[in-house]
């Protein structure tokens, strides 16, 4: 039941001054972000990579209002991409973009301005040697979203794109997408959606993961299985044997802090496992997600404010 306050929660700006206020908050924030900035978020990447895993960039920030931001947004995967050139890390690490921080929401042409800033980034992860993935944001970002995934893919088809098997409209998608070339993570979605657009018992997000799975692994496309449930990755790992596809023609992909035995274990099982690394000052709204996520993190997160005995 408390899933969709902290849903709700994420999105309120109230709510937003009084936890990033609070003192206790950074320790418990850390778990789940690399860092405020660029430098502290590489040297977990120096670490990852170091230890067999691959990386996917993401500098936060989401639900940009005006253009001066949307272009600092661009302008700081810019800045990411450069940084990934000079330390040669092309080949381990990508980058994730969320479209509405490069303005997607604006209301004076939102999807352009998106598109444009994006490109920008595409093109340079292309000459760096990496991609980038469009991350999924709620449900009426969507179709925008796959538009703009459709432009880049043109001129950079190593773009990825996410879906959400919560969504009832994803199973046309990812038939859509299960084509040659394509790169599809496939998550469960982290958004609060209406009953008319996505499933809401855990158990329908479920079959429809597992539904969206078998039709990207029998497609021609890369599927990226992002999830943590271990009965998700067993059954990926199933279909990866049966279609006769070996690690490196589909990966998986977990969130930087959440089940890192598991990340492990994957690995060194042979497996190609990328971790989402998110970093910056703006973690109020990917925090507040991670929190609805699982009970135990908000518990986690509210015995920190109990004064010390
Ligand atoms: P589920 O929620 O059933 O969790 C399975 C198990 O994993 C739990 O029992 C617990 O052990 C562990 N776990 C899961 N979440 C945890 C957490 N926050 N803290 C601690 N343990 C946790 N969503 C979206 O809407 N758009 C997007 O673009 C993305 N991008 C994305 C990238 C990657 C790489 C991942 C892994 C996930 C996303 N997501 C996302 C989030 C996704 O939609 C979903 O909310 C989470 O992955 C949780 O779902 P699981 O599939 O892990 O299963």
Redesign the pocket.
Known sequence: MLGPVLLAAARSDRMRRVVAAAPVTRPVVRR?VAGDALDPALAAVRTLTAGGLDV?LDHLGEDVTDRATAHATRDAYLRMLETLRDERLGDRAEV?V?LSAFGQALPDGGHDIALAGVRRVAELATAVGTTV?????DHTTVDSTLAVLRELRREHPGTGA?L?S?LFRTEDDVRALAAEGSRV?L?????REPASVAYQD?KEV?KA?VRALRTLFAGDGYP?V?????R?IAIAQELAARSHRAPGRYEF???Y???TAEQRRLADAGERM???VPYGADWYGYFM??????P??LTFFLRSFAPAR
Not at 226 to 230: A, C, K, L, Q, R
């Open positions: 789940f996917t994730s969320k993935t469009l991350d999924m944001e996410v959400q919560y993570r998550v469960k979605g982290a958004y855990r479920d993961y990226m992002g999830s943590h449930d271990p998700m992909q977990m969130l802090g959440v089940r990328r971790i989402y997600r991670r929190l609805a996520e699982r135990a993190n």
